[in-house]
């Protein structure tokens, strides 16, 4: 998405530049060379006792006289100019700004309402954890069924004039057929963005509804939340998140993490009804993961970016820019998911962090988020990028 702005040069002309040199001395021009004559003139009259003639006199009046027209003329004209240029920046301003809540607007649309959907805990190197053995029906145990998926919801209400976002992570005991329609609450996990005792330390958004949020959860424990929207069906979305701990504040390990496969079932009722057995989607976390050999290659898209880690730099941002990205994938350093996705945690040569996750849609597209870390565990940058796969003989 590009931003808006409006830039205004203003060159005043050399006639005003001229002028503003003119009216800047307090005294007219020097004579010109060829007035030596007069000057001797001026001599003699001064010997003789005389006062010269009134003729320089009225030079000077009408000399002066036309400089302080001239300044007033440029300082009218750049007075003009400013009143110009502030009032441009003004309309700028307000477009801006204007632009900004169109697109927090269409966000809060695409986000409020009742998600429902299963999720699922891997380990950091994607491997499925069982849910205990303590939440898990005796008919399970019975049948030596294992179970690795918790149903979830997760209402979501963003207000559109306060810019703050609210929702609930629900995990329901896992039930035996149709019961899931009277499901019981296992755990509840609320969460507030922005306005006052929000948790979240850097938060970035696209109108699609896509978010990426930054969690300090303790001391030396971070949560990486990616929120990714399906562009062919916004009623459909994943939720990654990453577990993270901070070593000695220059070293990222991650621990672990969730994996919410979500589906919109209504407007937001607070959770207060559930999707139950109505719910589009099924348990995915022992299902298949996605072919390495369907995300190596080359890929390319645009690129939404949000910069952090500067004094002034806020929280809160839009994700903008629209940049044009190349991607070579090897799938050496690729977690495999299933449902189409998958992660990666790395460390680079200058001890900065990239953490990667993507979802690979129909028609060989997907979608993918980032966060690049400094060397010093410092968010520095969060992007979402569309992606096409090139073709096979693309250099």
Not at 39 to 64: A, D, E
Not at 335 to 361: A, C, I, M, R
Request: aromatic share 10%; net charge negative; with cysteine.
């Amino acid at each position: 998405m590009a931003s808006f702005s409006l830039n205004l040069t203003t060159s005043l002309s050399p006639s005003i530049l001229q002028r503003r040199r003119f009216s800047s001395s307090t005294h007219p021009p020097p004579p010109p060379h060829g007035s030596l004559l007069q000057n001797k003139k001026f001599g003699v009259f001064l010997l003789l006792g005389l006062r010269p003639f009134s003729f320089n006199w009225r030079m000077r009046r009408t000399i002066m006289s036309v400089a302080n027209q001239d300044a007033r003329e440029a300082v009218k004209e750049t007075d003009e100019t400013d009143s110009m240029i502030g009032v441009l920046t003004e309309v700028d301003s307000h477009q801006v700004h204007d632009k900004s809540n169109e697109a927090w607007s269409q966000f809060a649309r695409r986000i409020s309402g009742e998600w429902d959907g299963f999720g699922a805990d891997f380990s950091n190197q994607g491997t499925v954890i069982e849910l205990p053995e303590s939440v898990v029906p005796e008919a399970y145990r019975e049948w030596e069924v294992k179970v690795f998926d918790w149903q979830t919801q997760c209402p979501t209400l963003a207000d559109t004039e306060d810019r703050v976002l609210q929702y609930r992570s629900i995990q329901l005991l896992p039930t035996v057929g149709c019961e899931a329609d009277a499901a019981t609450v296992y755990n509840s996990d609320e969460r507030k963005v922005g306005g006052e005792n929000s948790g979240v330390t850097a938060f970035a958004y696209q109108p699609s509804g896509s978010y990426v949020a930054l969690w300090q959860k303790k001391d030396d424990l971070i949560e990486l939340e990616y929120c990714l929207i399906n562009p062919q069906d916004f009623e459909s979305r994943v939720r990654i998140v990453q577990r993270i701990r901070v070593l000695n504040n220059t070293e990222l390990k991650l621990q672990g993490i969730r994996v919410f496969r979500e589906q919109w079932y209504g407007p937001f009722r607070n959770g207060d009804q559930l999707g139950g057995c109505a719910i589009r989607d099924s348990a995915f976390a022992s299902t298949p993961p996605v072919t390495a050999s369907d995300i190596t290659g080359i890929w390319q898209g645009s690129k939404d970016v949000s910069t952090f880690g500067t004094a002034n730099t806020a929280i809160f941002q839009e994700l903008l820019d629209d940049k044009t990205q190349k991607t070579v994938r090897d799938g050496e350093n690729y977690v495999l998911l299933p449902k189409q996705l998958w992660f990666s945690f790395e460390q680079n040569k200058d001890g900065e962090t990239l953490s990667e996750v993507g979802w690979l849609l129909d028609h060989g597209q997907a979608i993918t988020s980032s966060c690049l870390f400094s060397s010093t565990a410092k968010l520095k940058e969060i992007s979402i990028a569309l992606e096409t796969r090139a073709l096979e003989h693309a250099e």
